[in-house]
């Protein structure tokens, strides 16, 4: 991969920052991570926003009309009643069971 130096204005208090994270002999790899960081970021970002892209459709799932908290809520409570159902058979069988001597 090819380097190119390249001159960027960092705001004084901004630069104290990184310094105290990664040291001054450590900015350059740390503005490159972060940029290539935000770089991909921003790439996904428009990707989701564009118009082909999304393959999530917001019609395509109903169930999530009045939010996601909710469709997990409503989620969670039937799943605790479909357990509560199958430990209440379970107790039936229990003490339905024909005694053995």
């Known amino acids: 991969m090819s380097v190119r130096r390249t001159h960027v204005?960092?705001?004084?208090d901004?630069?104290?920052e990184i310094d105290a994270l990664v040291g001054p002999?450590?900015?350059s790899s740390f503005?490159?991570?972060?940029a290539r960081h935000e770089v991909r970021r921003q790439t996904l970002l428009r990707f989701l926003e564009g118009e082909e892209a999304p393959v999530w459709k917001s019609k395509d799932h109903p169930e999530l009309a009045e939010g996601?908290?909710?469709w997990v809520r409503k989620l969670r409570a039937e799943s605790d009643a479909r357990k509560s159902q199958n430990r209440v058979?379970?107790?039936r069988q229990v003490t339905q069971?024909?005694?053995t001597l």
């Open 14 to 16: 901004l630069l104290r």
């Open 68 to 70: 996601a908290a909710d």
């Open 97 to 99: 069971r024909p005694r």
């Open 89 to 91: 058979r379970t107790r």
């Open 25 to 27: 002999r450590g900015r």
């Open 9 to 12: 204005l960092v705001p004084e």
């Open 31 to 34: 503005l490159v991570e972060t």
